[in-house]
């Protein structure tokens, strides 16, 4: 071979070696070479705001922990990014991201068309059945033997526009969920509406408190038709919030939460938690119309562990 012949093949060589490079680092490297477009507030790293509210969200030891902490916690290392994370309580949650003080905020939040007009939602990481906290050995089947009774839930959450629909009932709201959790153990409340795995964490955390789950039957369509806000009697989508202008970063969120639909890792992380996967991992039929032509593409369907 000569000098010429050589030096033609090298040139070849290190083509063939550029296109197998440009083809490789794609697939192996693509989320963390895009993080610095991704809106953040600081450089590389996700500003999160949270409040105590296990088994959802703490901190411990320094360390994010709970069941939206994990998922979080995995999609933040598929970006290739760190977590700075902030404790507050539930509305100081919901305005850190509306004022853009965080990237994100996590923890149980209902997706809901008020909020998704000051802020943008995720796909959801799982979905939240209907469930009640109850210490007494009264039964509540469904909405109406809500009615007269006294009922409680922390402020801001979804359920306090619901429960001051119930005719004749007295509803309270409160600063956290473990206030909702004194009343109802003294008596001063019948019925807390919270998410169900904090109620599952409370009676193996507090099995003095003999605060139970219950599961009520979701009210009709004509009952929702009736009392509008009776929707979040049903099963609701949870989803993590962010700024309205953090688009690319919540597709980004979005997109890794439908991988972990699909790799198993939800299933994992929603068992280790408590709960059941065909309970929190699959969407109710309603829900992909009520985001539908609002936050999502009129064709857009909620993720599912289920084909």
Same mark, same amino acid.
């Given at each position: 071979?000569?000098?010429?012949?050589?030096?033609? %093949?090298?040139?070849?060589?290190?083509?063939?070696?550029?296109?197998?490079?440009?083809? /490789?680092?794609?697939?192996?490297?693509?989320?963390?070479?895009?993080?610095?477009?991704?809106?953040?507030? =600081?450089?590389?790293?996700?500003?999160?705001?949270?409040?105590?509210?296990?088994?959802?969200?703490?901190? &411990?030891?320094? =360390?994010?922990?709970?069941?939206?902490?994990?998922?979080? /916690?995995?999609?933040?290392?598929?970006?290739?990014?760190?977590?700075?994370?902030?404790?507050?309580?539930?509305?100081?949650?919901?305005?850190?991201?509306? %004022?853009?003080?965080?990237?994100?905020?996590?923890?149980?939040?209902?997706?809901?068309?008020?909020?998704?007009? $000051?802020?943008?939602?995720?796909?959801?990481?799982?979905?939240?059945?209907?469930?009640?906290?109850?210490?007494?050995?009264?039964?509540?089947?469904?909405?109406?033997?809500?009615?007269?009774? %006294?009922?409680?839930? $922390?402020?801001?959450?979804?359920?306090?526009?619901?429960?001051?629909?119930?005719?004749?009932?007295?509803?309270?709201?409160?600063? %956290?969920?473990?206030?909702?959790?004194?009343?109802?153990?003294?008596?001063?409340?019948?019925?807390?509406?919270?998410?169900?795995?904090?109620?599952?964490?409370?009676?193996?955390?507090?099995?003095?408190?003999?605060?139970?789950?219950?599961?009520? &039957?979701?009210?009709?369509?004509?009952?929702?038709?009736?009392?509008? +806000?009776?929707?979040?009697?049903?099963?609701?989508?949870?989803?993590?919030?962010?700024?309205?202008?953090?688009? &690319?970063? /919540?597709?980004?969120?979005?997109?890794?939460? +439908?991988?972990?639909?699909?790799?198993?890792?939800?299933?994992?992380?929603?068992?280790?938690?408590?709960?059941?996967?065909?309970?929190?991992?699959?969407?109710?039929?309603?829900?992909?119309?009520?985001?539908?032509?609002? +936050?999502?593409?009129?064709?857009?369907?909620?993720?599912?562990?289920?084909?």
């Amino acid at each position: 071979m000569n000098n010429a012949e050589t030096v033609k %093949n090298v040139v070849k060589l290190g083509r063939i070696m550029t296109i197998a490079l440009s083809i /490789a680092l794609p697939a192996t490297t693509p989320l963390a070479a895009s993080a610095a477009d991704l809106e953040l507030l =600081k450089p590389n790293t996700l500003v999160v705001t949270v409040q105590p509210y296990m088994p959802y969200t703490a901190m &411990k030891d320094g =360390k994010l922990v709970g069941l939206d902490s994990d998922i979080l /916690a995995a999609v933040a290392d598929k970006l290739g990014l760190k977590m700075e994370v902030n404790v507050t309580d539930f509305p100081g949650m919901l305005a850190s991201v509306q %004022n853009q003080r965080a990237d994100i905020t996590i923890g149980g939040i209902a997706w809901s068309e008020a909020r998704q007009k $000051v802020g943008l939602f995720t796909d959801p990481p799982y979905y939240s059945p209907p469930a009640m906290a109850v210490a007494s050995s009264e039964h509540f089947a469904d909405v109406e033997s809500l009615e007269g009774k %006294n009922l409680g839930t $922390v402020t801001g959450y979804v359920w306090a526009k619901s429960i001051a629909q119930v005719p004749k009932a007295s509803p309270h709201t409160f600063p %956290n969920a473990e206030s909702v959790f004194q009343d109802l153990a003294s008596g001063r409340l019948d019925v807390g509406f919270l998410d169900p795995l904090l109620i599952t964490y409370q009676q193996q955390q507090r099995p003095d408190m003999k605060v139970r789950i219950e599961y009520m &039957k979701p009210p009709t369509k004509e009952q929702v038709a009736s009392h509008p +806000d009776y929707q979040y009697f049903q099963a609701y989508m949870t989803g993590f919030y962010l700024p309205k202008q953090s688009p &690319k970063l /919540a597709k980004a969120v979005s997109d890794q939460i +439908d991988a972990m639909y699909k790799d198993g890792s939800l299933s994992k992380l929603i068992t280790k938690w408590g709960g059941d996967p065909k309970q929190f991992l699959v969407p109710s039929p309603e829900m992909a119309a009520q985001r539908r032509g609002v +936050d999502r593409p009129a064709d857009w369907s909620p993720p599912s562990i289920e084909k």
